[in-house]
């Protein structure tokens, strides 16, 4: 049933005529602010998705190195296969994931962003149940595919549905619950694992899947009482509910200034964009909706790039490589990160609100940039290799030097890049495009993902230190770019066109930088071209670096990741 509130609209007509000509948000009430309770607890509640994912990152990189898991499958057990096959279990993982969050967009559109939830949760639940009664390796491998499928749509629906109930006061705070929740569960991951690993019979790996098997039921099973987003019900046509919902979200009458004035934006921003027509994923690189696509490409591709997954995935490998020769030592040091890691998402989430997201891109991207550095030239000037191709680094200075840096550099992501690369891609589309343009930009993100995890062995493999450089050669870069986005800060998302439109060419809009940058299509083109040129000067040279070690060096040190080179 239709419901317009022109009564409503009338009342209030002063405030909306002066948002329209000034272009300033109107924000929630004092009260909506305070006291949303409603937001919180819903918020909180869909952010176990986040738990679940992140859950899964901490719990099988342990799993896949217990002595029972191996000995469960004989393709494991066989020391010629078992980084083939350990190594498809995250490569299929990743890849469905991908594929999850590229179809994520029509799916959030059609069934919602709440149901999308669900949806995941149960399919990631269902791949779950598959690896604990896996007694087949296959059967294995299908659940590690069925989980990555629910693990993408999870990634997709759970910031969208946050970005669209939160107030924009703190909608960078509710966002960031996601990753939040996901470093709390990459924690429990690390610790439950470590504590079953004592254990001799298959429930040293069963247990920790058992315990993610019913966090997913559970976060399926509660996400179903949560409220809509109002924005998808008034996309498709339920306006009184739309209004009921966020005045219920907002915790305050349906007649209040405050939520009349979101309520008639959002009908005027969803009303113009459904006069265009039927959606598609090609609206997304028409003109007007070009520019917020590319930045959203770029934060998600970007992200891959700053060196997170591969400092992720073979941090035991790199703590090795620095001197942590004993396996349970350098793992313990990996789980370390991850208490780092959270405790930065902690700050993160007072700070997204008040400092911004483009500050926190350009802090995140110098800290990392330094780190990395530091450990290339750490590696550089003080490691070598033995007549087996193994790395020896003798210096316990440089070793504690390297040690302090990787925590450095997992702390600053998580503070800054691990919490904004989230928040910002779901600002930044409309809502015609949002929910497909989200699933695009994650998707690229997982591809990448897999892209710089595989080729990571090949390049540590290849060079040690120059590893390090790229990646620090790439956070500058990116900084670079970063001064050419928009801040989101406390816009509504109704009017983010206004400040894509207004991308370096208002200062106030920008965050610092902007004075330094006064004209965004004078330099866009000349700032791509300069910093493709500088990425690639530098892979030539990190590939250069270590150019003194022979042949049989390098096929030496290839063998310590399982490759053939």
Known sequence: ?????????????????????????????????????????SSALAALGGFVCGYDSGAVTGIMVMVPFI???????????????????????????????????????????????????????????FEI???????????????????????????????????????????????VMASFGTVCGYF??????????????????????????FLGSFVIQLPYSPRWLFDIGQERESLEVLAKLREL???????????????????????????TYIELFYRKNLKATLIAFFIGIATSFTGINAILYYGPSIFMDAGLSDVSTSIAASGGTAIVSFGATIVSFYLIDIWGRKKLFILGAILMGIAMFIVGAMFQGYSYFDADGYVIMDNVGARTVIIICIYVFMGSFNLTWGVASYVYPAEIFNMRNRAKGLGLTYGLNWAFSILVTYCMPLFMASTLSGVYFFFGSCCIAITIVVFFIPETRNITLEAMEGAKKSILSLQDRIGFGAEIIPSYRKQDNACVGIVSIYCGWWMFVCCQSDHHLNDSTRHNTSTQFGLNL
């Open 133 to 179: 009664i896996g007694q087949k390796f296959g059967l294995l491998l299908a659940g590690r595919l069925v989980a990555g499928f629910g693990n993408g749509l999870i990634t997709n629906a759970v910031p969208l549905y946050h970005s669209e109930i939160a107030p924009p006061d703190i909608r960078g705070r509710l966002v960031t619950l996601f990753t």
């Open 71 to 129: 000995n469960s499958y004989s393709e494991l057990a066989d020391e010629n296969t078992y980084v083939y096959y350990s190594g498809l279990c995250f490569a299929l993982m990743l890849m469905t994931a991908a594929i999850g969050a590229f179809v994520s967009g029509p799916i959030c559109d059609k069934i919602g962003r709440k149901w999308s939830i669900v949806m995941g949760a149960y399919i990631f639940a269902l791949g779950i149940l």
């Open 1 to 41: 049933m239709t419901f317009e509130s022109k009564d409503l609209e009338n009342s209030h007509s002063r405030e909306m005529d002066t948002k329209k000509d000034t272009n300033i948000n109107i924000k929630s009430s004092p009260k909506s602010t305070k006291l949303v309770r409603t937001v919180y607890i």
């Open 253 to 279: 009458p349906t007649d209040d200034p405050a939520v009349v004035a979101e309520y008639v934006e959002i009908k005027e921003q969803i009303s113009a964009e459904k006069s265009l027509g039927n959606r």
């Open 192 to 217: 439950i694992t470590f504590g079953t690993s004592y254990l001799t019979s298959q429930w040293a790996w069963r247990a920790p899947w058992i315990v993610q098997l019913v966090i997913a039921v």
